[in-house]
């Protein structure tokens, strides 16, 4: 069961993972020894897996993204995954429902790089074809 300040300490980790003990302490206004134990015991029971490096703006604007939507031969799908998830520049890959079968977010450093990213997914054994949808702006992201 997650508390209230257990919320709290996840809102502040996930727009700060590298906060130290300390800092969520006087955020929380909890000793450091309760913020360390809230922690482990959310690491233990897997809420928190991990801990991840977000991309800076700047960084994120000189990056072209696109939203891949792939439709699978279905006895091939298992084999598709394994070769999609082999793939970097793929950061997310979703299982859908629709005339297509998955949505893959993509990022490359300029549009000939996403050009070639798109062919070797469209050519991997087992997809039949794709539709790729550019994302120009990003509105908002939580």
Known sequence: MITT???KLLS???TNARASISDLA?????????????MLKLEESGVIKGYSVDYGDD?????VAAHVSIKVRQKLTTKTNLELKQINAISQLYAIS???DLIAV???QN?????HLLDDIGNLDGVE????????ETKFKR
Request: no cysteine; net charge positive.
């Open 5 to 7: 300040q257990d919320e």
């Open 12 to 14: 502040i980790l996930k």
């Open 26 to 38: 006087r955020h929380l206004n909890l000793s450091r020894s309760t913020v360390q134990s809230r």
């Open 59 to 63: 960084f994120l604007n000189s990056m």
């Open 98 to 100: 629709g005339e297509f």
């Open 106 to 108: 993509v990022q490359a």
């Open 111 to 115: 549009l000939e790089q996403l050009s």
């Open 129 to 136: 074809r794709t539709t790729s949808s550019v994302i120009l």
